[in-house]
């Protein structure tokens, strides 16, 4: 197509992409990808990381900045290193939808932990989940923001906000067979504001995993928040985004190698997390409350009730949680945790085992 639009945004051309190569001391990660295509919205210094990165040197991981100090047995990292990170503009038509309609952005880092428990390595599957769940207990991804209700909600004797949870995550969480390294995957569904988030992680070393995270930001007009931007579809970032990780391959050091020969995982046993069906129903109403935010529906009067009917919400949180095997699928779970107090509506989906080719 030569031009694209909300409902089809146009991306870079894969006919432009080209070899990313990142050597962390004897470990190698290579990847294909388009160039840099930025836009007003991206940060300026994509793209401009070294292409080796000497691992056994103290200076050259980063000491993370937490807002509070780590908690005693916590295994969130401690130091980290953004290897490459890079981004996309998506068009739509010219004049009429400006310079922008969306972007995809990627970071791909390299975490360290200090200390792990007695006999646990990120090579065994299970530790790597235990480690993935730390985003949610002690990152960005559980963190919360102040509510609001509707008269008939509130009660009158509580002065205290509601704290409403920023995501809704994980979602479509699996574990991918990539040219021959297994990889912990998993989404996240901004509810307040902000991109849709995507996780892709790769041990490489006992105490070091590989992150890749992509961001999906669209850019619309009179859709200033999550629910209303849902109206141009996600389907063209997240081919992009899957286009680049069915090409990456990590090739680790003979050290990496020994360590993860050393692991025993056992046979098909692919441990996973899910949200529950107390989140979904709390997405729904979240979603619904804030579907005005920087909205203004221009067939109804300006001080008219303009967030989106609530069966519409459900409907798109209902779809936005059906799991979707990705090239690759080793194991994907349920929409929602089966062991959640709160009854769901519709029946999960039993869990999936499936054995395919890496693609």
Not at 94 to 108: K, M
Not at 228 to 252: C, G
Not at 333 to 348: E, H, I, L, R
């Amino acid at each position: 197509m030569w031009f694209g639009n909300e409902q089809n945004p146009k991306g870079p051309s894969w006919h432009k992409a080209r070899p990313v190569i990142k050597e962390l001391s004897d470990t190698r990660v290579a990847l294909q990808a388009p160039p840099l295509q930025p836009n007003v919205y991206m940060p300026f210094a994509f793209d401009d990381e070294p292409d080796c990165f000497d691992l056994d040197s103290p200076d050259t991981l980063e000491t993370i900045d937490y807002r509070s100090p780590k908690p005693s047995g916590s295994e969130r990292s401690d130091r980290r290193i953004t290897i490459w990170s890079s981004g996309w503009n998506f068009t739509g038509r010219p004049l009429l939808d400006g310079h922008s309609i969306g972007d995809l952005q990627v970071e791909l880092v390299l975490e360290e932990i200090d200390e792990l428990p007695i006999n646990c390595s990120l090579f065994r599957r299970e530790d790597l989940t235990r480690y993935a769940k730390g985003y949610f207990s002690e990152g960005w991804l559980g963190s919360f923001h102040h509510g609001f209700g509707e008269p008939d909600e509130r009660n009158i004797y509580d002065l205290s906000p509601p704290r409403w949870p920023n995501y809704l995550a994980p979602l479509n969480n699996q574990w991918l067979g990539l040219n021959g390294q297994n990889w912990l995957y998993f989404e996240a569904q901004p509810l307040r504001e902000g991109s849709d988030d995507f996780y892709w992680l790769c041990p490489i070393g006992h105490r070091r995993c590989l992150r890749a995270t992509f961001s999906v930001a669209r850019h619309l007009s009179n859709a200033g928040n999550s629910y209303r931007i849902q109206r141009s579809p996600i389907d063209n970032y997240r081919d992009l985004m899957e286009k680049i990780m069915s090409t990456i391959t990590v090739e680790l050091s003979e050290q990496s190698r020994q360590e993860q020969l050393s692991i025993e995982n056992p046979e098909n046993h692919y441990p996973l997390f899910h949200c529950t069906a107390a989140q979904v129903e709390q997405a729904k109403h979240i979603l619904y409350m804030r579907s005005d935010i920087c909205y203004r529906d221009k067939s109804k009067p300006q001080d008219a009730d303009h967030r989106a009917p609530k069966e519409d919400v459900a409907a798109f949180i209902e779809q936005r949680i059906q799991p979707r095997p990705l090239p690759g699928c080793l194991a994907i779970g349920p929409a929602f945790s089966k062991t959640d107090t709160v009854a769901p509506k519709t029946s999960p989906p039993a869990e999936i085992k499936l054995q395919t080719e890496n693609k």
